[in-house]
């Protein structure tokens, strides 16, 4: 499956003030967007992994793929087979009871994760940007329950959060040109871990031994999106 990541890269966190709201978007003549939001918070991006789970076991004739992205759903389509209104009016029928639908099933991980070091060298910056001292900020990050909220970017790789507000800070001014695979990083209310070689602006805070992606395996990932992530810190060899 070519699930490709749709860039949420700049989305803001937003307050949990408004309802979200559901638009259809096309996206050329072979995709369309179920967009729940500009700006993330948890209730919008659970909407957007329920609304997916719902729009793939409906099994609509002409669809694709279905990608559950931050805050929002990506549906490619066949257009010889399935028009753009056709499947806006099937979409919405699917979706119809999804504020009334029962979440669904969570897969519980624990990530081991060696902080610091060569392959966390933004450690000690991100602690201090949250006014923590390293112990403080590795018990409070081993404190937050989070879930899978995306995957994407590159193979494997996957967003988790959020983060309470005392853990959010912005991403770097400059680029870490390639990082590890399993490199851990911090930015924006999330942790993401890396499954392959990637540039990146994120805080690089540590490194895990567990892998997201497997090209001979199938599905070819281990998370998905809605799982719940613990993170436990282990002593650097």
């Known amino acids: 499956m070519n699930c490709k990541q749709v860039s949420d890269d700049n989305i803001s966190i937003k307050s949990n003030t408004e309802e ?39 099994k609509i004739p002409g669809v694709l793929e279905v990608c559950p992205t931050l805050v929002s ?33 969570r897969n519980q991980f624990t990530i081991s994760i060696e902080y610091g070091g060569e392959l966390g060298p933004d450690l000690e910056e991100s602690a201090a940007r949250c006014s923590l001292s390293v112990a403080e900020f590795i018990k409070a990050h081993n404190g937050s329950k989070l879930h899978v909220l995306a995957t994407g970017f590159a193979p494997g790789f996957v967003y988790c959060g959020l983060h309470k507000p005392q853990l959010h800070i912005p991403r770097r001014t400059k680029l870490h040109t390639k990082v590890a695979p399993g490199s851990v990083l911090f930015a924006a209310g999330q942790t993401a871990i890396t499954a392959t070689h990637v540039p990146t602006g994120w805080n690089v805070i540590g490194h895990t031994n567990f ?9 070819p990932t281990k998370l998905r999106p809605g799982d719940e992530i613990s993170f436990v810190s282990v002593a650097t060899e």
């Open 211 to 219: 892998s997201n992606f497997d090209a001979a395996d199938n599905p």
């Open 20 to 58: 979200p709201k559901t638009l259809l978007v096309p996206l050329g003549d072979r995709a369309l967007l179920i967009k729940f939001g500009d700006s993330l918070d948890e209730e919008i991006n659970q909407r957007a992994v329920l609304a997916a789970k719902i729009v793939k076991t409906a």
């Open 73 to 105: 759903v990506l549906v490619r389509y066949d257009p010889q087979s399935l028009g753009y209104m056709q499947l806006c009016d099937q979409i919405r029928m699917a979706l119809v009871n999804l504020g009334h639908s029962d979440a669904p099933k």
